[in-house]
């Protein structure tokens, strides 16, 4: 398996512009979470998934964040409108069960100007 | 101006020594814990885990104790590499609540020749 996927690996936009971050989590894991990383917050939990339902969102800073999974292979986070200080990296992370570990992927580095 | 942040740990070690990170969970309801490793621009990778019902788990150079008394967490690493400088989470998942993963600030591990 080629691991936890995330598109695009950079994004820079202007303040405003909706920006959606893609993550195809590794095949048969059924839980999937979305994290931010900042150098002022370190990494925080945004919400997770289990078995393509939205289990705990507590962790979505404003309603401008959104999250989607569709199906088992696939989630969604958008930010619309997007601000300056929603810049940071976006990591997304698979698990299978609940005493393994979490896979992250390589992240999103977000810029909105 | 200069961007306040997060004030990490930094751990300095000559290479060959040991290296022992510490960390202080949160949760005395925290049934599963996991060490992480994360390299600049890459996303945090699984190093060690252990469940509660443990004190001591061993893998190939490192080594995970727990002691639930306190709530305290450490990870120690033989024989320290250059290849093994990069920043360090704990991180738990709580009994009960799902899959949930909490991470915890980290420390910088830096390896010096």
């Known amino acids: 398996d080629a691991g936890v996927i995330q598109s695009p690996r950079h994004e820079v936009t202007e303040m405003g512009q909706e920006v959606t971050l893609r993550c195809k989590p590794i095949?048969?894991?059924?839980?999937l979470f979305w994290y931010r990383q900042t150098m002022m917050r370190g990494l925080e939990l945004l919400i997770y998934f289990n078995n393509n339902v939205p289990i705990d969102d507590s962790g979505m800073p404003e309603d401008r964040f959104s999250a989607k999974m569709p199906n088992a292979s696939f989630s969604t986070l958008k930010i619309q409108p997007s601000e300056p200080r929603d810049s940071a990296v976006y990591f997304c992370?698979?698990?299978?069960?609940?005493?393994?570990?979490?896979?992250f992927g390589q992240g999103t580095r977000l810029t909105v100007v | 101006g200069e961007s306040v942040g997060l004030h990490l740990p930094t751990l300095s070690v000559q290479e060959g020594d040991n290296s022992i990170i510490n960390c202080a969970y949160s949760n005395s309801a925290s049934d599963y814990f996991i060490w992480y490793k994360q390299e600049s621009g890459k996303g945090p990778q699984f190093i060690i885990d252990i469940r509660s019902n443990m004190d001591k788990r061993q893998g190939q150079r490192v080594t995970v104790l727990l002691n639930k008394t306190v709530k305290h967490l450490s990870l120690q690493i033989a024989a320290t590499q250059p290849g093994d400088s990069a920043v360090y989470f704990c991180?738990?998942?709580?009994?009960?609540?799902?899959?949930?993963?909490?991470f915890g600030t980290g420390t910088q591990l830096k390896v010096e020749l």
């Open positions: 991180a738990e998942r709580q009994a009960g609540g799902g899959n949930k993963l909490t």
């Open positions: 095949s048969g894991h059924n839980s």
């Open positions: 992370a698979s698990s299978l069960l609940r005493y393994t570990e979490a896979f």
